[in-house]
């Protein structure tokens, strides 16, 4: 179905275009064919027959949500550890282990409904894009199915194999290593694009995970980082030294890091339910934006530290705790996120880009963080491809 989207109150392209106001988009084949402010042009194209015309009715439309950072493909439960945390215990990576138990009981068919279950709740929330890592198999059999459910409904796949160490290897860290690096590498390539490490204290060293990254790029993946999530480390410049697309985390940076990141291609992904949910303090957006580093938003959906799927309520912490401003949020969730999966077809509106739109109930795309936790999300689009239709 083609559509023409007109009385646009707002639109927000992500491009040299700005923000415009009165605007319309014309969706065809699944991608926009135009998009433009009425008072600019005088015009706008006549609906043919075969076209859904949708009258905006003022509201505010926006890119898709890109989430470049996800992990979707899990079993069990974590409510036991989360209540400890806000009983004060701390947040440590080893809880991953406990969902990697879980995930190793479950079948294909019980991971692949629960996995389009939580891409149903993206989808509903204005998510059109999700990268979904591996993580919680940690064998080669297990990993391997990971990867291959998650591209059934992705196509930025990533595999992390060297997500912790599993409790049948605590004594011998190396040698988990060298499975990762070697069969488990080469099982799960054939179904990712891209290749992670948790670089960090308690999961792997930055030589441990010099060797996982260094052997996903001669496989032909392309590097991504977990770094600098529970304290300052090299995982930082490792990530900008190997041409990471992303570092994700950073919670805590040295100046050298975020002189590092500006001076690089590689996208900080800032995590906001992380610690929401950890009670760790937020980053600071504000001193990363202005050093000149590219900033980009993720929900981090995961059983452990961050167990929401939406983007809005990410947006809302990073303006009211990050000191971004609205319109940094924004853009560090759509097209923040496209940067740190090297996508120029999503995160923005315009000729030729994927027809992956988002009608909010509201005039203007601040409502996101002025009304936090309100379903402003009314109708969106994927591919060209129309998802609900409700006005509240």
Wanted: net charge negative; proline share 5%; aromatic share 6%.
């Amino acid at each position: 179905m083609n559509t023409l989207i007109t009385n646009i109150g707002e639109l927000t392209t992500n491009t040299d275009a700005g923000t415009l106001h009165d605007a319309a988009v014309l969706i065809e084949d699944g991608r926009v064919a135009w998009a433009g402010a009425v008072a600019d042009t005088g015009t706008i194209p006549e609906p043919v027959e075969g076209v859904e015309v949708v009258d905006a009715a003022g509201r505010a439309v926006i890119p898709g949500f890109v989430d470049s950072h996800s992990h979707l493909v899990f079993a069990g439960d974590r409510t036991s550890e989360f209540e400890a945390r806000m009983a004060g215990q701390k947040y440590a990576a080893g809880g991953i282990r406990s969902t990697v138990a879980a995930t190793r009981a479950a079948t294909d068919d019980e991971l692949r409904t629960r996995l389009r279950g939580f891409m149903d709740e993206m989808l509903a929330q204005g998510t059109t894009t999700v990268e979904i890592k591996s993580g919680y198999g940690l064998t080669v059999a297990d990993e391997e199915r990971l990867v291959r459910l998650a591209a059934e409904v992705t196509a930025e796949v990533t595999f992390l194999g060297a997500h912790v160490v599993p409790a049948e290897y605590a004594d011998d860290p190396d040698a988990y290593v060298a499975l990762v690096t070697g069969p488990m590498l080469e099982a799960c390539a054939p179904h990712a694009r891209w290749i992670d490490v948790f670089c960090e204290t308690g999961a792997f060293t930055v030589e441990q995970s010099r060797r996982v990254l260094e052997a996903g790029i001669a496989s032909g993946l392309i590097p991504r980082v977990h770094a600098s999530q529970l304290g300052p480390g090299g995982g930082v410049r490792l990530a900008v030294e190997l041409g990471a697309a992303s570092i994700d985390h950073g919670t805590y940076l040295t100046d050298d890091d975020v002189a590092a990141l500006a001076g690089s291609d590689t996208v900080l992904t800032l995590l906001p339910g992380v610690e929401f949910s950890t009670r760790q303090p937020y980053p600071d957006a504000r001193r990363l934006i202005d050093a000149g580093v590219t900033v980009a938003l993720a929900c981090d959906t995961n059983p452990g530290s961050s167990f929401t799927s939406s983007m809005p309520f990410c947006i809302a912490i990073a303006v009211r705790d990050m000191g971004m401003t609205p319109v940094e949020a924004l853009w560090a969730a759509t097209a923040g996120g496209a940067r740190a999966l090297r996508r120029d077809d999503v995160g923005r509106i315009s000729p030729g880009s994927r027809a992956d739109l988002v009608l909010l109930d509201a005039p203007s795309h601040v409502h996101l963080s002025y009304r936090p936790g309100v379903p402003l999300v009314t109708r969106v689009w994927k591919d060209g491809a129309s998802h609900g239709s409700h006005t509240r």
